[in-house]
């Protein structure tokens, strides 16, 4: 049963990040954009059923939860809390199947960038991305938990993104999906 070591506000008011003691996942990280999605997910099924809950991400030690805007933080937290302190702890690291993409050179040079200088910015504020493929000079990436509806990363976190794709590959377009 993971324990809830911290409550953190993120960048966008709509989302709110657990930090915790013990793990959920070991490196995989798990985003559910509604109840459907999440059915599988006992975690996420269980937040879901909280009214104003509309997005869950969560890796390794924390969960981000992002709300409606509907909703009295101070109440949807307590609510939020108890479905994390239920949950299974994870036992035993996961076995992650390597990226077909990562065999190209390109690929790899932008994504070791974006890991050392975007996406632990990215993860202290309740979110993370994710490199979805690189087709010719197009990078698609998926924002996911805080990030994914928060108004600066479709702005100045993207831009970002780009300019340090661009120190690799100098015509490269980066496109959010």
Known sequence: MPRIADIEDTPNPNA?????????TWGTARSFADAESASADPLASQLFAIPHVTNVYYMDKWITVTQDGEADWPKLVREIAMPIREAEAAQKP?????????DEPRL???RALLDQQ???ALMSDGGDLQIVGLEENVLTIRYFGACGSCPSSLSGTLSAIGNLARTIEPNIEVVVI
Request: hydrophobic content about 50%.
């Open 94 to 102: 996961e076995i992650q199947a390597d990226a077909s993409y990562e």
């Open 118 to 120: 975007i996406r632990p």
């Open 16 to 24: 709110v990040k657990f930090v915790l003691k013990d793990r959920l």
């Open 108 to 110: 790899a040079a932008i």
